[in-house]
């Protein structure tokens, strides 16, 4: 079992920036990925980056790049993305997932674990 607990999401204005963070905890030896998800209301979860644990091989949605970096401290077992230049479009829940079996934390998300979520909001 891994745990997974998200903070710095919140209420924010267009053009500012957010870091998000996330630590696992439990089961964390080896982790394989970590990313983040969010969520609108009436849209599906849908990954906007992720990160593998052993080489650092990042993905990010078209939507986000250029704006958002996902990073990670292996010594912490967290994983981070800094998001800049928010929109409105990017209000959403924000969920921390991870893997310990390989996989695709997009395509096999019944092996992933996942942390509460954080809401991000961003006004006009």
Known sequence: ?????????????????????CAASGHTSPIFAMGWFRQAPGQERQL???????????????SVKGRCTISRDNAKNTVYLQMNNLKPEDTAIYYCAGRIRPGSLRWNRQDNYWGQGTQVTVSS
Not at 1 to 21: H, I, R
Not at 50 to 61: L, R
Request: charged content about 15%.
């Open 48 to 62: 906007i980056s992720s990160i593998n644990w052993s080489d650092g091989y990042t993905y990010y949605v078209d």
């Open 1 to 21: 079992q891994m745990q997974l607990v998200e903070s710095g999401g919140g209420l924010v204005q267009t053009g500012d920036s957010l870091k998000l963070s």
